[in-house]
């Protein structure tokens, strides 16, 4: 009961902020609007969109934002909180105006994205990366090998499209031939993910 509180909580704070968007980008002539590109919406999870052309119907999807700020210390804890007192969600919960914003910046980010040739585009997802100097190999299924390691979360290979960012995702090659996977916006204490050089996903 509590989990589907906070869950219409979050459903009117999105729907608040895409009618913002919408309504500004139907003023201004946009040849697209966007949507939801997922059936629920779980605030502790990154929230998917599409823009729809209006002209034809084409449908892209132009990756995630987030309803929540994404820093701090014990981000994990304060998540599972949640579940028990929903009204503490409002502490950390975006306000109507900056998600619209969020949406604002993405939908822009997305498709000056698709014009810059260091940037690669996941069209299942529309997430957005820059690999740098690491040398990515992605397969047929989705998975990734940098520098020729299969990359793994456990023990099955990562899929590139399982990695989420509202910005742009950067892998950076360190000192100690780690890479670090990193992007504007989230500061939280502990969640940021490494690969180690013989391909394994892991966060400090």
Avoid at 46 to 58: F, M
Avoid at 59 to 76: C, R, T
Avoid at 180 to 199: A, H, V
């Amino acid at each position: 009961m509590l989990a589907l509180l906070l869950a219409g909580v979050a459903t009117d704070l999105f729907t608040g902020a895409l009618e913002q968007v919408n309504t500004e980008y139907a003023e201004s002539g946009r040849c697209y609007h966007i949507e939801l590109n997922q059936v629920d919406i779980d605030p502790r999870q990154p929230v998917r969109l599409k823009a729809v052309n209006n002209l034809d119907g084409e449908v892209s999807s132009i990756g995630v934002i987030h309803l929540i700020k994404l820093e701090g210390d014990n981000f994990d804890e304060r998540m599972a909180a949640f579940d028990f007192y929903p009204v503490e969600w409002r502490k950390i919960a975006l306000t109507v105006d900056e998600v619209s914003a969020a949406i604002f910046a993405r939908t822009d980010l997305f498709f000056s994205s698709l014009e810059n040739p260091e940037i690669t585009v996941i069209k299942e997802t529309g997430q957005l990366f820059k690999f740098g100097a690491c040398e990515i190999t992605v397969e047929e299924d989705g998975t990734f090998s940098v520098f020729g390691k299969p990359v793994m979360w456990g023990d099955k290979r990562l899929k590139l499209s399982n990695i989420v960012s509202q910005s742009i995702t950067e892998f950076k090659l360190l000192e100690n031939g780690h890479i670090t996977l990193s992007g504007e916006g989230d500061t939280r204490t502990g969640k940021g993910i490494f690969i180690d050089e013989t391909g394994k996903v892991y966060r400090a």
